[in-house]
């Protein structure tokens, strides 16, 4: 059954990864809803947040071939339920639209939004929300002309308390640590 799934796949930053990874997904016919790249809270980590409409089967498929790519450290799949998100979604409308009436001013209201700018010829409106609550403020906003549209890629962060990447990194760190220690005993020994 499909479903839609939130991969986060964490690397250091090199040019071509996510050309390489787009591929992955390519290759199983697997349509990118939404990706959206972005520095992490660790130093040094960016990380690529990809939305997908598929089978688990499929998704836990591609998230291992992400995984197997060298730049990659780690990468996970989450429900939405497992994770907080929001879209960001710029509008621009006639100014005069919104001088005629004071209805285009309260559908902003209604909606949470805010307007970001104000021009003679335009006037550009911000909403944060889930893809769901932009797409519903832009059928609104159509009957006073939208001039042009656009909503970024999905931000999102897990519900757990600590970032999956941390408890990964720790535990490769007290691996390699053990392995090292292991290789200066061995050393000593001859």
Do not use: C, W
Not at 143 to 156: K, M, T, W
């Amino acid at each position: 059954m499909k479903q839609e799934y939130i991969i986060s796949a964490y690397s250091e930053n090199h040019i071509g990864l996510l050309n390489r990874i787009t591929i992955i997904f390519t290759r199983r016919k697997v349509n990118i809803e939404s990706i959206t790249a972005s520095v992490s809270a660790i130093e040094g980590i960016s990380k690529l947040t990809i939305v997908v409409n598929d089978e688990k089967e499929k998704v836990v498929n591609i998230t291992k071939q992400i995984e197997k790519q060298v730049e990659v450290l780690k990468a996970f799949y989450h429900t939405n339920d497992e994770m907080i998100f929001q879209e960001i979604a710029l509008y621009k409308v006639p100014t005069q639209a919104l001088m005629e009436t004071n209805q285009l001013e309260k559908l902003i209201r209604q909606h949470n939004a805010r307007i970001l700018e104000i021009t003679p010829e335009y006037t550009v409106i911000e909403k944060t929300g889930h893809k769901e609550e932009t797409q519903e403020l832009f059928n609104g906003l159509v009957e006073y002309g939208v001039l042009q549209f656009i909503r970024s890629g999905r931000v999102a962060i897990t519900r757990s308390p600590i970032e999956k990447l941390s408890e990964f990194l720790k535990e490769r760190d007290a691996l390699l640590e053990k392995i090292e220690s292991r290789g200066k005993l061995r050393s000593a020994r001859k």
